[in-house]
C-alpha cells in the first residue's frame, strides 16, 4: 500500500511544507495553510492516454496550422480571447458565483458547434438535466453539444479521449478529483494536479479546454496560483452586485492582447453583447450635478465613455478619508496633492471619495486630469458644462501631458454627442483632422480647472 504523507500547503501559491507555517514564506500570505495529505509514491499520470515521446522539431518544419482559431461568433468574447478559440489551448474562466460563467461558456460552445467544433461540457456542479435546463433557456439546443456530469478526472479523460471533441469544457475544476492522489476535491493538490493533467491532455489530444474556476472572497481565482501559470489565458467575468452588467477581461493571454474587455447584460435568455458599452455606462448620468465628469478612456482598442464621480465633503477625522473605486488609489492621492500645491483646491482637511460609475476599473495615467476636475468641481461645487469631456495626463508641476490615441477618444465623444471636449495642448497640435467637437486645448491644470469647471 503507498505511504500516505500529511504535509500544508499554501492555497494562495501552491508552496508546501511539511509543518504548519502561520505566513508562507513563499507568498507572504497569512492564514492561507491548510492540512494536504500527499502519497509518497512516485506521481502517476494515470489515466492518460499513451501518446508518442516528443522529440525536437526544427522550427522552419512545425506546422502553423497547429494553433488556428475558431471565432465562436459571440463578438465581445472573441475580443477578449485575441480573436477566437486557439486550438489545443488552456483557458481558465474565473468569476463570483453565479455571475454567469457557465452560461458564456454554453453560449460560447453553441456558437462554437454552428461552425462544426464538437464541444464536450463537463459539469461537476450540476446534472445533465440542470444544464439542459439552462441551456433550454438560452435556447441552445444545437447538435454538436455533448453534456456529461463526471468529477473523476479519469472518467472525464477517457470520455473526451473516446469523443476527440474540438472544445472541452470543465465547470468548476474545483470539482474535479483523482483516485490517483489523496485529499479531497478542491484540496491544493488535487486542483493543481488535475488542472496539469487535463491541460496537457488537451495539448496532446488538440482539444481547447476550458476551466471554470472559483474565485475566493479576496478575489483570486480558488486553489493554487499555479493553476494561472499552467493555462495560456486567464479570464475573469466580473459584475456589480444588482447590476445587470458583466465584464469579462483577460488577465493573461499567451496569445493575444490582455487589454481587451467585453461588455454583456445578463438577461433571462442569457447574456446579451453590449455593443455601445458608452451608451451603458452613461445611460444613468444626470448632467446637473457637481464632481462628475465624463473621461474617454481607452480599453484596449476600443474607446469607452465612462463617468468619473468624485465627492468631497468637510472631514471631522483627524486624518481625512480618502476612498477610490474604480482607480487607482494612489493616483488620487496625487491628484489630491498637485490639486493642493498647484492650483489652490485645499484638500487637506476634506474627505474624498472617488468612483467610476457602472463598475468598471480605469488604470491610465489619460484620466488624471478628468479626476482633477471632478474633485476641484465637487469642491467648488460647480457643475461642468454639459456635453463636456475631459482627457489628459498630469504631472507633478501640475503640468498636462500627452496621451496616446487622442483620435480616437474624440471620435468617440463626438459620436456620442458630446460638444466640447478638454484635451492637452500638445495632443491638440498634433491632431491631423478636423473634430466635430470644440477643442479646448490645456497646459497646466490650473487651466483646465477654468475651462472645465463650469459655473
Ligand atoms: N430566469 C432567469 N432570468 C434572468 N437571469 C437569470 C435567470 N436564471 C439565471 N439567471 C442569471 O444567471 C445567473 C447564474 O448563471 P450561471 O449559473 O451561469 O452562473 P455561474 O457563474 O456558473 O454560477 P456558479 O458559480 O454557481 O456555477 C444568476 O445569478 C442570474 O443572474
Ligand atoms: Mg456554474
Redesign the pocket.
Known amino acids: 500500500m503507498a505511504k500516505v504523507k500529511v504535509e500544508f500547503a499554501c492555497t494562495a501559491c501552491g508552496t508546501t511544507s511539511p509543518k504548519w507555517v502561520g505566513k508562507c514564506p513563499g507568498c507572504g500570505e497569512w492564514n492561507t495553510f491548510v492540512e494536504e495529505v500527499s502519497a509518497a509514491q512516485p506521481r502517476q499520470r494515470g489515466g492518460l492516454p499513451d501518446f508518442p515521446a516528443s522529440k525536437p522539431v526544427p522550427l522552419a518544419e512545425v506546422s502553423d496550422t497547429a494553433a488556428v482559431r475558431t471565432t465562436c461568433g459571440i463578438a465581445e468574447f472573441d475580443r477578449v480571447t485575441g480573436g477566437g478559440v486557439v486550438s489545443a489551448a488552456a483557458d481558465l474562466l474565473g468569476?463570483?458565483?453565479?455571475?454567469?460563467?457557465?452560461?458564456?461558456l454554453l453560449q460560447a460552445a453553441r456558437g462554437l458547434a454552428r461552425q462544426g467544433k464538437p464541444v464536450l461540457y463537463v459539469s461537476g456542479?450540476e446534472s445533465e438535466a440542470q444544464v439542459k435546463l439552462?441551456a433550454s433557456?438560452l435556447g441552445v439546443a444545437d447538435g454538436g453539444i455533448y453534456l456529461m456530469s463526471e468529477t473523476s478526472l479519469e472518467r472525464i479523460l477517457s470520455a473526451a479521449g473516446e469523443l476527440s471533441p474540438a472544445v472541452m469544457v470543465v465547470?468548476?475544476i474545483q470539482t474535479v478529483f483523482s483516485s490517483d492522489l489523496p485529499g479531497a476535491p478542491g484540496s491544493v493538490g488535487q486542483v493543481r494536479e488535475c488542472a496539469a493533467r487535463l491541460v496537457f491532455f488537451g495539448k496532446k489530444a488538440g482539444i481547447s479546454v476550458f476551466l471554470?474556476g472559483?474565485v475566493t472572497k479576496e478575489g483570486a481565482i480558488a486553489g493554487p496560483r499555479v493553476l494561472e501559470h499552467i493555462v495560456d489565458t486567464v479570464l475573469y467575468?466580473e459584475g456589480e452586485k444588482g447590476h445587470p452588467y458583466r465584464i469579462l477581461k483577460a488577465v493573461k493571454n499567451r496569445f493575444g492582447s490582455t487589454n481587451e474587455i467585453g461588455v454583456f447584460e445578463?438577461?433571462?435568455e442569457g447574456l446579451t453583447e453590449v455593443a455601445d458599452p458608452s451608451g451603458m455606462f452613461l445611460s444613468e448620468r444626470s448632467g446637473d450635478t457637481s464632481g462628475t465628469l465624463v473621461f474617454p478612456a481607452i480599453e484596449g482598442t476600443r474607446p469607452l465613455l465612462v463617468e468619473i464621480q468624485a465627492l468631497v465633503s468637510h472631514s471631522f477625522l483627524p486624518m481625512p478619508r480618502r476612498t477610490a473605486l474604480g482607480v487607482d488609489f494612489n493616483r488620487v492621492i496625487l491628484m489630491c496633492a498637485i490639486l493642493e500645491r498647484k492650483a489652490g483646491v485645499g484638500l487637506h482637511d476634506q474627505d474624498v471619495f472617488v468612483n467610476v460609475a457602472g463598475g468598471i476599473r480605469i488604470d491610465e495615467p489619460a484620466a488624471d486630469l478628468a479626476l482633477c476636475c471632478a474633485l476641484a468641481g465637487s469642491f467648488r461645487d460647480r457643475v461642468v458644462p454639459p456635453g463636456t469631456a475631459v482627457f489628459g495626463e498630469v504631472g507633478l508641476g501640475g503640468e498636462v501631458r500627452a496621451v496616446p490615441m487622442a483620435e480616437m477618444r474624440l471620435n468617440e465623444a463626438a459620436k456620442m454627442g458630446f460638444s466640447r471636449v478638454v484635451l492637452p495642448a500638445s495632443n491638440a497640435e498634433r491632431l491631423g483632422a478636423k473634430f466635430p467637437v470644440e477643442l479646448q486645448p490645456v497646459r497646466h491644470v490650473k487651466e483646465a480647472l477654468s475651462r472645465a469647471g463650469g459655473k
Do not use: N
Not at 95 to 104: L, N, Q, R, V, Y
Open positions: 468569476g463570483d458565483p453565479g455571475i454567469g460563467k457557465s452560461t458564456i456542479e439552462r433557456r465547470d468548476s471554470v472559483h467575468f445578463m438577461r433571462a
